[in-house]
């Protein structure tokens, strides 16, 4: 490994998101694979110059930058002022928030249904195959 990579600035936080590059005359869709306060590792199928200003768009962050360097579809930005630590966190906590909104499904029993004991009994003997106990 190069002293660049010993040397960061700041902590690199590993994604895998969607991003969008705009450049002087064109709109990069691309993957974003890290994310720091000073920089982004994105891939995409169509490559900026190195050099080239452009403009890094992900959810509510919008930064300017350089491409600092590209290499086999994928290119390197340096933002010309660093972002929020926040900014980059929130990219990584709203995957993990909307998993754990999600209600976990469970069938209730039928104990849970509301029904009487008489209509409880009557259930419990519809789904059990004749000749099987239930080890009570």
């Known amino acids: 490994m190069n002293d660049v990579t010993h040397n960061r600035r700041s902590k690199r936080s590993l994604v895998l998101l969607t991003a969008r ?3 002087s005359g064109d709109v990069i869709e691309a ?6 306060r000073n920089g982004a590792l994105l891939e995409a199928e ?6 080239d200003e452009v403009v890094f768009e992900r959810g ?17 930005i340096e933002f010309h002022k660093p972002i929020e630590e926040s900014e980059v ?4 906590g709203r ?24 209509e409880q009994k009557f259930a419990e003997a519809w789904i059990r195959p004749p000749g099987r106990t239930t080890g009570n």
């Open 89 to 92: 966190l929130v990219h990584v």
């Open 95 to 118: 995957a993990k928030s909307k998993a754990a909104e999600q209600p976990a499904f469970r069938r209730g029993g039928i104990r849970e249904t509301g029904l009487s004991l008489r």
């Open 31 to 36: 993957r974003l694979r890290n994310l720091s």
């Open 46 to 51: 169509t490559l900026p110059g190195v050099g």
């Open 21 to 23: 590059i705009r450049t």
């Open 60 to 76: 509510d962050t919008v930064v300017a930058g350089r491409v600092a360097w590209c290499a086999k579809g994928r290119f390197g």
